[in-house]
């Protein structure tokens, strides 16, 4: 059985991959921040939970080294921080140091274990990779870092059979954006700039990233893929 890593698979969008995953026939392992998330997380075959801190290479290091295989690795550890926090220099280096370095550090203590199974990597980054967010600029740096790294990766990684994509969610509705979505004041404009009308859900971007780990996808690598129903296209 194939076997897949998600990061950040305690709720939202890595929970829908992880679960995604699961009914495409992976075993799957999703890390949650602690113990509270991953014993929120839903009891069903083939899905287990692991706390883990991205920032904490050891502990990265570790969890690569349970593994007998892997298959597919889809990064969606993630962090921001309310509007205008991020230009505090500590916290701007935090959000960094998880979205950004996070990424850097599981990918790289994947490698082997993607070499041997000729795997896929699946970033997250965000609309924001393409836009200036100005109120959460360590976020959007991350964003766009995460973009550019998966560029990298692709093109350094192709020779080992290891393809690197990203996905670029739009407007998810999770609890990270609840304020916003319950907020009509505020939710209408970006429903108006939305071609399809609506927000998107964490199922609607659990699809890509089924596809991207896919043999379907066997020749898409480097690809940053919009999921946003959209949104950067109007």
Do not use: H
């Not at 599981?106 to 896929?120: E, I, Q, T, Y």
């Not at 393809?163 to 004041?185: C, H, K, M, Q, S």
């Not at 071609?195 to 659990?206: F, H, I, L």
């Amino acid at each position: 059985m194939k076997k897949a890593l998600v990061t950040g698979g305690g709720r939202g969008i890595g929970l829908a991959a992880a679960q995604a995953l699961c009914d495409a026939g992976y075993e799957v392992t999703a890390t949650g921040v602690d113990a509270a998330e991953i014993e929120a997380m839903p009891k069903r075959t083939g899905l287990s939970g692991s706390v883990l801190d991205v920032r904490d290479e050891d502990a990265v290091k570790a969890l690569l080294a349970s593994f007998d295989r892997l298959d597919a690795l889809v990064n969606c550890a993630g962090l921001i921080r309310r509007a205008g926090a991020e230009f505090d220099p500590a916290t701007f280096a935090q959000v960094v140091d998880v979205n950004l370095t996070g990424t850097m550090r599981v990918c790289m203590a994947a490698r082997p274990l993607l070499a041997d199974s000729k795997g896929a990597v699946v970033n997250t980054a965000s609309m924001l990779s393409f836009f200036g967010g100005p109120a959460v600029p360590a976020y959007t740096a991350s964003k766009g870092g995460v973009a550019q790294l998966t560029k990298a990766l692709a093109v350094a990684w192709a020779g080992e059979g290891i393809r690197v994509n990203a996905i670029a969610p739009g407007w998810i509705a999770t609890e990270l954006t609840r304020p916003l979505y319950e907020d009509a004041e505020r939710a209408d404009p970006i429903i108006q700039r939305t071609p399809m009308r609506r927000w998107g859900t964490p199922e609607d971007v659990a699809g890509p990233v089924v596809f991207l780990c896919s043999e379907t996808a066997r020749f898409v690598t480097g690809v940053i893929l919009p999921v946003d129903g959209g949104y950067a296209a109007a």
